[in-house]
């Protein structure tokens, strides 16, 4: 240890004049990746005076603290070595089984020839997805807009976008039917069906079944990610994509960060048995395996505690909150119209033509407001967008108040 120590001193004495420098060769892949604009925004938050409708964050009175703090006591007390120790890739058994009979209470969602694996988050599905999937330079067939994480992870990879068109019921399917059967061919179509991030719109159930079946047509894989499906606020529930697959196209992802936490990184994918034999080496060669102490966790509010009440508690708050904000859009800033959604976190706004979107933006972020502008979740940003994106379930209402009265502020000024 000593003579590291010395060693290093001598050679920081050597180097000191900073006549050198260590310059890192960053990657083909990772050189030109931009970090995420809302995780860039999310870094203001520091600043208490600003109120964020920017992130995606779910109500955090909403958390299950309580029961998390007691499963978590009993578990330490009753079984330190099972929590703490070495788990296998695929997830620990029992609580696999508890997520295996929650994702199939309503839909079968997962069949007979499929498996299922609990992640670190949904984000990891994504990257793993394309780490089995994609070559450098591939093509990927993405809604357009969507999540921005999903398209970082397809570029991480060496991937090339093409981003399809949304209409009010989902994915525009003569666009689609177009992407699917050019050449080269994607090697998968990314969709988000359930109140979708960021436009908070949801494919109706014909398009789901039409989607799947251009997915069989033209052997296109489905990437259906649905982190927001159990958030429905009105409407009447459409089964997910993945419960049509009788051909093993679909691989679906879904997620614990908006139903329990963010923060326990847990979440599940469940695709045909051979995809997941390589997403099991994938996450072999990424983090061997998910936190231990989040399963358990997780397999204990599912079997031990009343989720559906759970969640329809969290519907409620975000029912409320949205509701609130649409009441107070239409009252003070007329002007803007949005997508009214069904579910989820984000209302979807459209800015009159005149006035531009980032100056707009801009000037909200001056008064201390945050949204994030629409051409963030563009294939290709620099294409004219009138779009915003705003979140109603991690503000206060009284602090979505105050953000809605700070458009209509920015709009009145800009209107001038
Ligand atoms: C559409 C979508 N997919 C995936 C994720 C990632 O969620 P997590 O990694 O927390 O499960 C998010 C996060 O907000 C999202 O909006």
Redesign the pocket.
């Known amino acids: 240890m000593t003579t590291v120590m010395r060693r290093s001193t001598r050679m920081a004495q050597e180097f000191d004049e900073g006549e050198w420098y260590m310059e890192f060769q960053i990657s083909n892949r990772m050189r030109g990746m931009k970090p995420s604009i809302i995780r860039e925004i999310l870094k203001q938050m520091s600043d208490p005076e600003l109120i964020s409708f920017a992130g995606?964050n779910p109500a955090a009175d909403s958390f299950p603290a309580a029961d998390i703090a007691r499963f978590s006591a009993e578990l330490l007390e009753n079984d330190p070595v099972g929590v703490l120790q070495y788990s296998v890739t695929e997830g620990v058994p029992a609580a696999r089984e508890a997520v295996r009979k929650f994702a199939n209470r309503h839909d079968e969602v997962v069949k007979d020839n499929d498996d299922l694996i609990l992640v670190s988050?949904?984000?990891?599905i994504?990257d793993f997805v394309t780490k089995c999937l994609c070559n450098e330079g591939d093509v990927v067939a993405v809604e357009n807009p969507?999540?921005l994480?999903?398209f970082l992870s397809f570029r991480c990879y060496g991937a090339k976008l093409v981003g399809v068109s949304m209409e009010e019921d989902g994915v525009d399917l003569t666009e689609l039917e177009k992407v699917f059967s050019a050449n080269p061919k994607p090697r998968f179509f990314y969709c988000?069906p359930n109140f979708?991030?960021p436009t908070g719109r949801t494919m109706s159930a014909e398009k789901r079944k039409a989607v799947y079946e251009l997915s069989v047509k033209y052997g296109v894989p489905i990437l259906e990610?649905d982190?927001?499906g159990e958030l429905r606020i009105s409407g009447q529930p459409v089964a997910p994509i993945k419960s049509l697959d009788i051909t093993g196209n679909v691989i679906y992802?879904a997620?614990?960060?908006k139903i329990m936490c963010?923060g326990m990184?847990l979440?599940y994918c469940v695709c045909d048995k051979a995809l997941m034999k390589s997403l099991v080496i994938a996450k072999q060669g990424s983090d061997v395996h998910t936190n231990v102490w989040s399963q358990r966790i997780c397999a204990q509010l599912l079997t031990r505690t009343d989720m559906d009440r759970h969640i329809e508690e969290i519907r409620q708050i975000y029912r409320e909150k949205a509701e609130y904000m649409m009441r107070l859009l239409d009252e003070k800033c007329p002007q803007i119209r949005y997508v009214r959604p069904e579910g989820g976190m984000f209302l979807w706004g459209t800015l009159p033509d005149g006035i531009d979107m980032q100056e707009f933006v801009k000037r909200c972020l001056e008064r201390k407001l945050a949204v994030v502008p629409g051409n963030a979740f563009l294939v290709d940003e620099t294409q004219p967008c009138q779009n915003f994106r705003m979140n109603f379930s991690t503000p206060t209402k009284a602090n979505i108040e105050k953000g809605v009265e700070i458009m209509a502020a920015v709009l009145a000024e800009m209107d001038r």
């Open positions: 995606g988050g949904s984000q990891q994504l969507a999540f994480g999903a988000i979708q991030n990610d982190p927001y992802a997620s614990f960060s963010p990184r979440a």
